[in-house]
C-alpha cells in the first residue's frame, strides 16, 4: 500500500521541515495582527513555526516572524503562543501514549531488551524517561528517543504490571513511522 502523501513545510525561524500537522500556523489577521491559525484554514499571509520554545524564543529577539508576515506583533501575542504551544506538546504526548497502547493491542510491541534484541528487523527503541544506565546504551546502538513518560507511566499505557523501562516497534510498521512524525 502506498502512503498517503503528507504535505510538508519549514519552520520559519529554523526552517527545519515536518509535516504541516506538526507545525503551528501563525497568519495575519485582516487587522494586521498576527493570529494562531489553529484549524490551518485562515487565508490570508501566513508562516509556520515549529512548536518549540527555542523557535518561539528565536523569533521573538530576532523579530523574524514579523518580518515574515510584514507586521510588527503585539507583546500579548507571545504568552498567548507559549500557552499554545504548551497544549500542542500535551497533544503529541497523548498521541503518543494512544499509538503505544494500540501497537499492544495488536501484538507488535516488543516489550523490553529481550524481545528488542530476539527480533530479526530494525527496531525504534522508545525508552522510559527513568530508564537504567544499562538500557540506555542498549537503545543507543539503534534507532531510539526517550518518552516523556517514566517507566511507571509507561507500564500503565501499555497495560504492563510495572517496571518496563523500554519498548519497541518495528521500523518498518505504520506505528514506528506514526511515532516518528509526532517526534519530529
Ligand atoms: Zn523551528
Redesign the pocket.
Known amino acids: 500500500m502506498k502512503s498517503k502523501h503528507i504535505p510538508q513545510r519549514s ?1 520559519s ?2 526552517r ?1 521541515k515536518s509535516d504541516k500537522q506538526d507545525l503551528i500556523r501563525i497568519v495575519r489577521s485582516p487587522e494586521g495582527r498576527a493570529v494562531i491559525d489553529i484549524a490551518k484554514k485562515l487565508p490570508g499571509r501566513g508562516v509556520y ?2 512548536p ?1 520554545l527555542d ?1 518561539i524564543e528565536r523569533a521573538k529577539k530576532s523579530g523574524s516572524l514579523a518580518h515574515a508576515l510584514g507586521i510588527s506583533i503585539d507583546n500579548n501575542f507571545w504568552p498567548e503562543l507559549e500557552e499554545y504551544i504548551k497544549n500542542f506538546s500535551v497533544n503529541v504526548n497523548l498521541k503518543i501514549r494512544s499509538v503505544l497502547g494500540l501497537a499492544r493491542k495488536s501484538g507488535i510491541l516488543l516489550i523490553g531488551t529481550d524481545k528488542i534484541a530476539d527480533f530479526t528487523h530494525k527496531v525504534l527503541v522508545l525508552c522510559a524517561s527513568d530508564c537504567s544506565e544499562g538500557v540506555k546504551s542498549f537503545a543507543a546502538s539503534r534507532e531510539n528517543f526517550t518518552l516523556d513518560m517514566n517507566s511507571e507511566e509507561l507500564s500503565e499505557v501499555i497495560g504492563s504490571r510495572g517496571g518496563v523501562q523500554i519498548v519497541g516497534l518495528p521500523l518498518s510498521s505504520g506505528f514506528a513511522k506514526k511515532i516518528m512524525s509526532l517526534k519530529n
Open positions: 519552520c525561524v529554523c527545519a513555526i515549529c518549540d523557535c
